[in-house]
């Protein structure tokens, strides 16, 4: 069975507060946590990593790399009761892998 291994971005920017969900965003770490399909951390690894969302995509950036992974948002759960300080976003997205895998951001 394949495996799809995301980036799991950590020590995000402060740009992280994504409480106005009809506003772009992009996060960037300093540390890239790389997982298995299970949710384990496979390896860490010290990058500069970058996750841009906009309507209508999620677009992963990891570390120096001339990769990318582009993802199509399906449907976004948006539930802020104060704005930038509490509540959370939830973005379903289908990543253009050779697999298309649906992702879950939260």
């Known amino acids: 069975m394949k495996r799809l291994i995301l980036p799991l971005l950590v020590v995000f920017s402060p740009a992280l507060s994504f409480g106005q969900c009809e506003k772009d965003v992009l996060l960037t770490s300093s540390k890239t946590e790389y997982l298995d399909g299970a949710g384990v951390v496979q390896r ?41 300080q509490e509540g959370k976003t939830v973005i379903k997205a289908v990543f253009d892998e050779p697999s298309g895998k649906n992702v879950t951001l939260r």
């Open 44 to 84: 860490v690894v010290d990058e500069q990593s970058t996750i841009e969302i906009n309507k209508s995509q999620v677009i992963i950036k990891p570390g120096n790399a001339d990769r990318k992974m582009v993802g199509t948002i399906e449907s976004t759960t948006c539930n802020w009761s104060t704005a930038y």
